[in-house]
């Protein structure tokens, strides 16, 4: 819980740019994200953690939240490596993006910058298509 509120607060840090977005939307994807954890702590964490949500007919918007928060997204070709359902894992909607780059840029509790988060991927092998998506999603929100 703490991490997800962290994420939240992080939220805030973004949000002020836009105008039009659905504000109780992030808020609710941010404090959900996670709940996949209930189940696993690996990557499927987010694709279990929408379809548990779906079990209880949460909002899609919700669901779709928790399905695309990881990193900046997963493409069709990375998901079919990591063995997750032929779904689209990047982000498309504006509150997806907000929530899923606030997750980007929390180290547990705590609050770091994108050159953290860089090198973080960078150690962990990530490829570079996920870190030049992070980057992309980076510019595009942070104004």
Same mark, same amino acid.
């Given at each position: 819980?703490?991490? &997800?509120?962290? #994420?939240?607060?992080?939220?805030? $840090?973004?949000?002020?740019?836009?105008?039009?977005?659905?504000? $109780?939307?992030?808020?609710?994807?941010?404090?959900?994200?996670?709940?996949?954890?209930?189940?696993?702590?690996? /990557?499927?964490?987010?694709?279990?953690?929408?379809?548990?949500?779906?079990?209880?007919? #949460?909002?899609?918007?919700?669901? *779709?939240?928790?399905?695309?928060?990881?990193?900046?997204? /997963? &493409?069709?070709?990375?998901?079919? %490596?990591?063995?997750?359902?032929?779904?689209?894992?990047?982000?498309?909607?504006?509150?997806? %993006? /907000?929530?899923?780059?606030?997750?980007?840029? #929390?180290?547990?509790?705590?609050?770091?910058?994108? $050159?953290?988060?860089?090198?973080?991927?960078? *150690? %962990?092998?990530?490829?570079?298509?996920?870190?030049?998506?992070? /980057? *992309?999603?980076?510019?595009?929100?942070?104004?």
């Amino acid at each position: 819980m703490d991490h &997800s509120t962290t #994420v939240y607060e992080r939220t805030k $840090d973004i949000t002020p740019h836009y105008d039009n977005i659905d504000l $109780d939307l992030i808020k609710a994807g941010a404090m959900l994200h996670d709940v996949g954890r209930t189940v696993t702590n690996d /990557i499927k964490h987010a694709y279990l953690g929408a379809d548990l949500l779906r079990q209880l007919n #949460v909002d899609e918007k919700i669901c *779709k939240i928790t399905e695309r928060h990881i990193g900046a997204g /997963i &493409s069709a070709k990375e998901a079919q %490596k990591l063995r997750l359902p032929p779904r689209n894992y990047i982000p498309q909607t504006l509150e997806e %993006k /907000i929530v899923a780059h606030a997750d980007n840029l #929390v180290h547990g509790t705590e609050p770091v910058d994108l $050159d953290f988060v860089i090198n973080k991927w960078t *150690k %962990k092998g990530m490829a570079t298509e996920s870190i030049d998506r992070l /980057i *992309k999603l980076h510019n595009e929100l942070i104004k």
